[in-house]
């Protein structure tokens, strides 16, 4: 068992660390940090115990912070963060990832920078920001946002973003180019004729099997999806699904075939736990089939939603689960989701959630 | 070229030991913020924008009237950085 596990949690008001004891049982809460920006992102480095968190000020703009006293302090910077001069400035961080020696940062409006100093100073990677199918993404109603970065475990050249709404994008030469990979994916939202384009696809969350780096998953706006060939065709997996909506997708941390997702009841619907009844729904191969987990979810007068980034999982065995709702709570699994519980309430509205586990 | 320069709290405790008030050198509302950088490494950058602009919400006064960045200091003026309405 490890010795710690932290949940890093994302919140409107500011950055909270959840610490857990060995068992998972009892948790404890520090925060808010960050000053209480608005933090879109936090995340943690499980080899150095260093805290990132990402997010942006209405009156002081974008930043990437953090800390490496696991909270106690923290610093901040945004050196290097900005979109040339003229254009629409970089108003938010909203996804961070940490490999192969890189921090790679997604901003709103969509563009990709990365440090390599540790978070001290930002490079902007413009391939992404002037592809030219830029004039067709349309900001979601998170704005025109780049959620998510999903690196390769071992070709630090290759990396795919998701953008809403632009769709699913790789680069195969760390951000010299890039293309788009949404095929199979539909919007819902265009007209009949027009509902695969190449991009404009509503991606809400992607993630990236263990151990097998061309089976991704995604939730989109429109449908849930598999893909077996690192993005290249998408296959919907919904059915079995209580909806075709929702944001967060989660994958196992040992086995490429179990995936995690939270339908909420529908884009037009209010976005919240479909019947009012919260699940979170697990397929053991793949998405060919689902099973529901309810026990110790609230079963009836659940209006809340889940958020892109809210849901988690550690790298423990058996595997925690864990997501932060729209209303401030955070519920856990310490079984893979077969039984929960509320370790939180009362939080700003939920963002995002991470796990980091140190030795 | 003295102007005295107030920054709003909420800027100052991002960056840790910084005053609200400064005496700097400084002819212009940019070359003032761009001093307030020299002191306090970032604080530019939570000031303006890439635009470059003054960020939205928040508001410049040189001795009583609203600036942008191109605004003249007299000497001996005062500019005063302020958060306006925002948020929820």
Redesign the interface.
């Known amino acids: 068992m490890a010795a710690r596990l932290f949940l890093l949690l994302g919140t409107r008001k500011g950055a909270f660390i959840l610490e857990g004891d060995a068992g998972r049982e009892a948790w404890s809460l520090r925060g808010p940090f960050c000053e209480a920006w608005p933090i879109n992102h936090v995340i943690g480095d499980a080899a150095t115990g260093r805290i990132f968190a990402g997010g942006g000020n209405e009156w002081f703009g974008p930043a990437v912070w953090q800390s490496e006293d696991l909270g106690a302090s923290w610093t901040h910077s945004s050196q290097g963060l900005a979109h040339p001069e003229g254009e629409a400035p970089v108003k938010a961080v909203w996804s961070l990832a940490l490999a192969h020696g890189a921090l790679h940062v997604g901003v709103e409006p969509a563009s990709l920078f990365r440090s390599d100093d540790g978070g001290q100073s930002f490079t902007p990677l413009p391939a992404l920001r002037e592809h030219p199918s830029r004039p067709h993404w349309q900001p979601g109603g998170g704005g025109l946002i780049l959620h998510h970065i999903v690196p390769h475990p071992q070709d630090p050249a290759s990396l795919h973003v998701a953008i809403s709404a632009a769709g699913v994008f790789h680069t195969a030469d760390g951000g010299q180019s890039w293309e788009p990979r949404n095929r199979g994916t539909r919007q819902d939202y265009a007209p009949e004729d027009q509902r695969y384009p190449e991009v404009g696809q509503c991606v809400h969350s992607l993630v990236m099997a263990a151990g097998n780096p061309d089976l991704l998953y995604q939730q989109n706006h429109c449908g849930m999806y598999r893909s077996t060939d690192a993005g290249l065709h998408w296959t919907s997996i919904e059915a079995g699904l209580p909806s075709t909506f929702g944001f967060p997708a989660a994958a196992h941390p040992r086995d490429p075939d179990t995936v995690f997702l939270l339908p909420l009841n529908g884009d037009t619907a209010g976005r919240f736990m479909p019947d009012a009844s919260a699940a979170v729904w697990r397929s053991r191969d793949r998405g060919e089939n689902w099973q529901a987990l309810r026990t110790g979810l609230p079963q009836g007068n659940a209006f809340f939603g889940v958020l892109r980034q809210a849901m988690a999982v550690d790298r423990l065995d058996p595997a925690g689960v864990y997501f932060g709702t729209g209303s401030g709570e955070v519920y856990a699994s310490a079984d893979e989701g077969e039984t929960w519980r509320c370790i939180a309430r009362h939080l700003p509205t939920i963002t995002s959630v991470e796990t980091m586990v140190l030795p | 070229m003295t102007v005295a320069v107030t920054i709003p709290a909420?800027?100052a405790?991002?960056f840790p030991g910084a005053p609200r008030h400064f005496d700097l050198d400084a002819a212009t509302v940019a070359a003032a913020i761009e001093a307030l950088d020299a002191r306090h490494?970032?604080m530019a950058?939570?000031?303006r924008?890439?635009?470059?602009a003054i960020?939205?919400?928040?508001n410049i006064f040189v001795s009583g009237e609203k600036a942008g960045l191109a605004t003249h200091l007299p000497p001996g003026s005062e500019m005063l950085v302020m958060?306006?309405i925002?948020?929820g």
């Open positions: 909420a800027l405790r991002l490494p970032g950058d939570r000031i924008d890439s635009t470059p960020r939205r919400h928040l958060t306006a925002s948020g």
